[in-house]
C-alpha cells in the first residue's frame, strides 16, 4: 500500500548521510543480525513499562524505524503509528512488514524531519519512541528538539539506548562489528584446498572453480571492508551515553520530567550489552 508523506527527503548532514548509506546497504539484511528480533521484542516491552500506552487512542512515531521491529511488537498495544527513517531500503522493508500486518494502522516515510511547519501533515503524536539509534546521531540535542517538535501537549519521547557503563564488558565498537560481519555472511572460513590446482591431472574444471571462489571472496571482503568503513562514519556516539548525557540532551529540547531506568542487561556471545530507557515529556499546554 503506497502512503504519501509531506516532508524532506534531503539528508544535508554528512553523519546523516553516512547513516543513511550504511543502512541503505543493510536494510533488506537487519532482520538477520543475531540480536534484532530479541532486541526488537524487549525494547518494546522497555517502552511499555514506561508510558502507558492505549490501544483504542495512542498515536505513535516510530523514529529511525528500521525495519518495523519495535512497531510490529508495539502495534496492539496503539492505534496507530508512524515510521519515519532516512533510509529508503529500511522504509521499503518497514512497508512490506505493514502491508502484511496492518496497512491501515503503520505505515513508514523515509523522510529527514527538521521540524518546518507541514512535515507529516502537521501531524503530532502522544509517544515517539526511537531504539537504538542514539548513538547513530551526529547532533542528539537537535534531532531531540526536532522530535520535541512533533509531540502533543503533555507527548512523551521514549529512547532505548546503550548505557555507557564501566560494567559493560565489551567494546560496543568491536561488538557491533562482529555483528555486521555475522549478519553480511562472513563467518565461513577463507582456508580452502588448493591441492587439485597442482595435481598431476591438471584439472583445468577444478582450477577455474577455484580461481572463482577466489575472486568471490575478494570481492566479499572489499564489500565486507566498504561496509564497516560505512559503520564506523554512522557511529557517532560509540560509547553510549550516561544517564546525565539523556537529561541534558532532553531538558535542552525542553521536555520536562526525566526518568532513566536501566534495562536487564543481556549476556550473549554476540552483543553483550546493558541498555537503558529513558522518557521525557513535552509540558502540557496551559489554559
Not at 503506497?2 to 548521510?17: E, F
Not at 522497555?46 to 519495535?70: H, K, Q
Not at 547532533?139 to 532505548?160: E, Q
Not at 546503550?162 to 564488558?169: C, L, Q
Request: charged share 20%; net charge negative; aromatic share 8%.
Amino acid at each position: 500500500m503506497a502512503h504519501s508523506v509531506k516532508g524532506s527527503s534531503q539528508t544535508t548532514h554528512p553523519g546523516l548521510a553516512a547513516n543513511e548509506a550504511y543502512f541503505n546497504e543493510i536494510g533488506d539484511k537487519l532482520n538477520d543480525f543475531p540480536f534484532a528480533y530479541e532486541y526488537g521484542q524487549y525494547n518494546a516491552e522497555a517502552m511499555r513499562a514506561v508510558y502507558p500506552f492505549d490501544a483504542a487512542s495512542t498515536e505513535v512515531m516510530d523514529f529511525a524505524c528500521g525495519t518495523g521491529l519495535i512497531s510490529k511488537n508495539l502495534l496492539e498495544h496503539c492505534k496507530s503509528i508512524v515510521g519515519v527513517d532516512i533510509s529508503q531500503s529500511m522504509v521499503d522493508e518497514y512497508n512490506k512488514l505493514a502491508d502484511k500486518i496492518a496497512p491501515n494502522k503503520m505505515h513508514a516515510a523515509r523522510l529527514a524531519l527538521t521540524g518546518a511547519e507541514g512535515e507529516l501533515e502537521g501531524r503530532k503524536f502522544d509517544v515517539i519512541v526511537c531504539a537504538m539509534s542514539y548513538h547513530h546521531l551526529p547532533s542528539t540535542v537537535d534531532t531531540t528538539r526536532v522530535l520535541a517538535h512533533f509531540l502533543k501537549p503533555g507527548g512523551a519521547l521514549v529512547v532505548v539506548d546503550i548505557h555507557n557503563s564501566p560494567e559493560n564488558d565489551f567494546s560496543m565498537w568491536a561488538t557491533y562489528q562482529k555483528a555486521t560481519a555475522k549478519a553480511q555472511g562472513h563467518g565461513h572460513s577463507h582456508s580452502h584446498d588448493h591441492s587439485n590446482i597442482h595435481s598431476h591431472s591438471h584439472d583445468q574444471s577444478t582450477m577455474l572453480q577455484t580461481d572463482h571462489h577466489d575472486h568471490h571472496d575478494t570481492h566479499h571482503d572489499h564489500k565486507q571492508a566498504t561496509i564497516l568503513n560505512a559503520l564506523e562514519h554512522a557511529v557517532s556516539h560509540k560509547g553510549g551515553f550516561l544517564q546525565g548525557d539523556m537529561r541534558s540532551v532532553f531538558e535542552a529540547a525542553g521536555l520536562e520530567d526525566f526518568k532513566f531506568e536501566l534495562v536487564a542487561r543481556e549476556q550473549g556471545p554476540d552483543w553483550p550489552v546493558e541498555l537503558f530507557v529513558a522518557k521525557a515529556s513535552k509540558p502540557a499546554s496551559k489554559l
